[in-house]
């Protein structure tokens, strides 16, 4: 895997289609509905078609969540209360269909689809589980790298291909999900690194963490950003800070931009390595929505930065994907408005007079 690789993806990552969006907006003054009056489903549906290059844009029907998996050096410094073997089992609970991801997927009409991108647990392969492990765990991001340039390029690369197999196979809305005790530390780095927020700003209490085992992450990403100062290399700080599933989720988001396919970003592990690739392709974030707001007080920094409005603020904290696939009909009603509403010349209604 090599940095021509990753060249060669960002090349496919394109701007979103003008034509079809200024399409979109014509069509969205033509509905029968004062201007504005649906907000942020106007703008999906504006951004939907620019995604696909048509106007109104295509249903979608295949959505699936591929929830990134890996687990996390830095667990060993006591930044999170659950033992790193919770990681594997939530992973045999995705397959059994039993997590909370599962059941509102089911419900959506989503399909789930584990990816291990660094479990510290060997696991069975399947076509509910693809293995692109890069190694059982990071590294100790508070010590040290989390691993190296190249394993992160690894990373990029296998979450690339990963969305290029599920939209092979007919998917037409990829969302993100993730699974890792103790990943909320490496996503405070991340997002404290590449927006410049104080880490005490961005790092959150994750599973629900007392004020101790806080402070101690407050100050591991603080001495990691202190130790290994950010620059203006993106691969350099995802492999600094991040973990494996940041990588997959980061080449997830890329590879869905190259084939024009819109990405729904879950939680704070999402936004994190949204980051990341909107640092690599700043195009990229046309092509993502954001399904909820997490409040873990990172991502709404992330999101800020990344320019993404949520389409839902529940109170979520949970990953695996959980806020992207509740947002997912919404996404896809922004669509269907733009096909199929009526215009006020196709209904025979009276337009607002000016003035």
Known sequence: MTSAHLDDLLAQVQPLDVPA???????????????????????????????????????????????????????????????????????????????????????????????????AADLVAGADLLDHKVRRGTSDLSTGPAMTRDEALQGILAGASVAQRLVEAGHDCLLTGDMGIANTTPSAALVAGLTGAAPAQVTGRGTGVDDGTLARKVAVVTT????????????????????????????????????????????????????????????????????????????????????????VDLDLRLGEGTGAVLSFPIVEAAGALLREMATFDSAGVARKENG
Not at 75 to 81: I, K, L, Y
Not at 225 to 231: E, G, H, N
């Open 21 to 119: 969006m200024q399409d979109a907006r014509v069509r969205q003054s033509q509905l029968t509905k004062p201007p504005g009056s649906l907000g942020a489903l106007e703008d999906a549906s504006v951004q939907l078609a620019g995604i696909q290059a048509v106007c109104p844009p295509l249903a979608m029907t295949r959505p699936v969540v591929a929830v990134f998996a890996g687990d996390h050096g830095v667990h060993a410094q006591q930044v999170s209360p659950w033992p790193q073997e919770v990681t594997a089992s939530m992973i045999a609970n995705f397959r059994a269909g039993g997590a909370a991801v599962n059941v509102l997927a089911r419900h959506a009409g989503a399909e789930v689809v584990v990816v291990d991108m660094g479990v």
């Open 224 to 311: 990691a950003l202190r130790d290994r100062p950010v620059t203006g290399d993106a691969v350099e700080t995802l492999a600094s800070v991040g973990g494996f599933e940041h990588s997959g989720i980061v080449g997830f988001v890329l590879g869905a931009a190259a084939r024009r396919v819109p990405v729904i970003l879950d939680g704070v592990i999402a936004g994190s390595a949204a980051l990341v690739a909107a640092a690599l392709a700043p195009d990229v974030v046309g092509y993502c929505f954001a399904g909820h707001r997490s409040v873990e007080p990172g991502h709404a920094v992330a999101l800020e930065h990344l320019g993404l409005r949520p389409l």
